[in-house]
């Protein structure tokens, strides 16, 4: 693997496109199999962390699955513009547990 990791946010150009400035590689895919595509591409291609919209993780789920028990990449969910759908609120308090063993984020 590199010395130097990248990270990338997909999802929809409204919710995505802005964090090109952050200096993120930026993704808009709404497509369900591009999506999962597109998060196996990146993971081969030294990027650490992905950042994609609750929408689009929802629609590539299996594959997003895929990687939770891996180091890398890390996948973050994150709020689409058209809204927050809870779940990735949800998946970090289930990141935390498995990690220390309690949801500390309730307490």
Do not use: Q, W
């Amino acid at each position: 693997m590199a010395d130097n990791y990248k990270a990338a946010v997909i999802g929809d150009t409204a919710s995505v496109s802005g964090f090109a400035a952050l200096g993120l590689s930026v993704f808009c895919e709404t497509e369900p199999e591009k999506i999962s595509k597109l998060i196996n591409r990146l993971a081969v291609n030294d990027f650490a962390v992905i950042y994609i919209t609750e929408p689009a993780a929802a629609a590539a789920g299996d594959t997003i699955k895929k990687y939770r028990s891996s180091k890398l990449p890390s996948i973050v969910l994150i709020p689409a513009i058209e809204g927050n759908t809870g779940d990735g609120m949800r998946a970090l308090h289930e990141a935390v547990e498995k990690a220390v063993g309690s949801d500390i984020l309730n307490k």
